[in-house]
């Protein structure tokens, strides 16, 4: 299953992972609803459990610097057609694999 954010989801989620510590410990617990409250409609889809869904889990969040420092890139790949696994928002020693 593809994963493409809209650009103004991405923004908003960059935006708030990078600014905003209650956003950020919310979308550490469950990516899923923090996505859902940026008004991204397949994730507000509970019966949807297959493909990213599956495996989109945060052990580590990235520091809010990290994610303002990296901002251009990340979002180009937030937005990017295609992407199986569009979140490297984790310190890289802790990213999760999808398969």
């Given at each position: 299953?593809?994963?493409?954010?809209?650009?103004?989801?991405?923004?908003?989620?960059?935006?708030?992972?990078?600014?905003?510590?209650?956003?950020?410990?919310?979308?550490?617990?469950?990516?899923?609803?923090?996505?859902?409250?940026?008004?991204?409609?397949?994730?507000?889809?509970?019966t949807v459990q297959r493909g990213i869904w599956n495996c989109?889990?945060?052990?580590?969040?990235?520091?809010?610097?990290?994610?303002?420092?990296?901002?251009?890139?990340?979002?180009?790949?937030?937005?990017?057609?295609?992407?199986?696994?569009?979140?490297?928002?984790?310190?890289?020693?802790?990213?999760?694999?999808?398969?």
């Amino acid at each position: 299953m593809s994963f493409q954010l809209p650009e103004s989801v991405a923004d908003a989620l960059l935006d708030k992972l990078g600014n905003d510590d209650a956003f950020r410990d919310r979308f550490a617990n469950d990516p899923r609803s923090a996505l859902a409250s940026l008004g991204f409609a397949p994730a507000a889809d509970a019966t949807v459990q297959r493909g990213i869904w599956n495996c989109m889990a945060v052990t580590e969040l990235a520091s809010r610097e990290s994610i303002r420092a990296a901002h251009v890139q990340l979002r180009a790949q937030l937005v990017r057609r295609g992407v199986y696994t569009p979140f490297h928002l984790q310190e890289p020693s802790a990213a999760k694999r999808c398969a």
